[in-house]
């Protein structure tokens, strides 16, 4: 069954710590993966996706084939990077998403 | 970018009644989806909104429940039939603006309670 794990429900660190959220997937073929990020009191929003090779607010994401992971790191955090974050592959058919349970950052002071 | 709009924002219904939700984009999409985001829960998809014919429903969903309408690109309802607590729920549209690929942008959800 194709699948997408997101593995913590909660990671908690200090300013300044490196962070990763994990997330792992099972599917056929070759989804395309994004981040999407909800802050408090917004809507949830696309971070990143791994086809634009991007670095957002600090954060990067690299696709793991081998592991089929895709894991979400940056090497500083900051408080204002506290908020849910969902792992969410596209398997291709007519753009649709399946999200994972999400991870709640919290970044402390 | 697009602004996306929801309808209402947030309801409080009694059991047993519909209550339809809108999603206005004031650009060209290419793709319209309804999501539920059950309470300490991630977002399912219930369907993806097709113009001018029946929306695609994901498993669990169907259309005696969730009645979706999409007239033309850039305009979609989503109806809740008969409500029950266990519809208390976030519904969420998204849109896949065209020229953007596969990426899905949000509306701000409507938050719907009933009792």
């Known amino acids: 069954a194709q699948r997408v794990t997101q593995p913590e429900k909660l990671l908690s660190v200090f300013k300044g710590a490196p962070v990763e959220l994990k997330c792992n997937y099972s599917y056929s073929g070759s989804p395309e993966l994004f981040w999407y990020v909800q802050y408090s009191r917004q809507r949830l929003q696309l971070l990143l996706r791994h086809i634009s090779r991007e670095s957002i607010k600090g954060f990067t994401a690299d696709l793991n084939k081998g592991e089929t992971s895709f894991h979400l790191k940056k090497p500083f955090a900051q408080e204002e990077d506290s908020a849910m974050y969902y792992c969410a592959p596209n398997t291709g058919a007519n753009s649709k998403l399946t999200f994972g349970k999400g991870i709640t950052l919290s970044v402390r002071p | 970018s697009a602004v996306i709009s929801q309808k209402p924002s947030r309801d409080i219904c009694q059991r047993g009644t519909s209550l339809t939700i809108q999603c206005q984009v004031d650009?060209?999409?290419?793709?319209m989806f309804w999501y539920r985001q059950q309470p300490g829960q991630s977002l399912t998809l219930i369907a993806t909104?097709?113009?001018?014919?029946?929306?695609?429903?994901e498993s669990g969903f169907v259309i005696d429940k969730f009645p979706i309408s999409r007239p033309n690109l850039t305009f979609s309802t989503l109806t809740v039939s008969n409500m029950s607590p266990e519809d208390s729920s976030i519904y969420l549209c998204?849109?896949?603006?065209?020229?953007?690929?596969?990426?899905?942008?949000f509306g701000p959800g409507t938050r719907l309670t009933v009792l």
């Open positions: 998204s849109v896949v603006l065209a020229g953007s690929l596969d990426t899905q942008y």
């Open positions: 909104a097709n113009q001018g014919s029946e929306a695609t429903y």
């Open positions: 650009s060209q999409v290419t793709m």
